[in-house]
C-alpha cells in the first residue's frame, strides 16, 4: 500500500514522469505502476487452496475447539511490559528518511 501512495505522489509532483521511470525509481515492474496509477487499492492476492487428505478429518474439530476456546489472561498492573517495533518516515537534515522506532508501554 505504501509503495501504490509513493508512486502515486512521485506521479502528482512530476506530471511528466513515464510510467518506464518510475517503474526503474521504485524498482517495480511497469504493470505495477499502472496498477498504482489506476486504483489506490493493490489487488487482494490469490488464497492457495491446499489438499491435505491427513487432516481433511479433522479440521471440523479443530475448527470446533478453536471457536469455543478462549483463554482469559490476569496480569497485575505494571507486572508485565511490552514493547512495539516499527517504522517512521521523518525529515533528517530535510530529507524524507524511515527510521526505526521502539515503543514501550505497560499493561
Do not use: N
Not at 517495480?28 to 491427513?54: E, G, I, M, N, T
Not at 479433522?58 to 470446533?64: A, E, L, T
Not at 511490552?82 to 508501554?105: K, N, P
Amino acid at each position: 500500500m505504501r509503495l501504490y501512495e509513493q508512486v502515486r505522489r512521485a506521479r502528482v509532483q512530476d506530471p511528466a514522469v513515464s510510467i518506464r521511470e518510475l517503474a526503474r525509481r521504485f524498482g517495480v515492474h511497469r504493470r505495477d505502476v499502472r496498477s498504482a496509477l489506476a486504483s489506490a487499492v493493490p489487488p487482494a492476492r490469490k488464497v492457495v487452496v491446499r489438499a491435505a487428505p491427513r487432516m481433511d478429518v479433522f479440521k471440523p474439530i479443530v475448527d470446533g475447539w478453536l471457536a469455543e476456546v478462549s483463554v482469559p489472561q490476569t496480569h497485575l498492573l505494571g507486572a508485565e511490559a511490552e514493547v512495539d517495533f516499527g517504522t517512521v518516515s521523518v525529515y533528517l537534515a530535510g530529507v524524507l528518511c524511515e527510521v526505526s522506532l521502539a515503543a514501550r508501554g505497560t499493561r
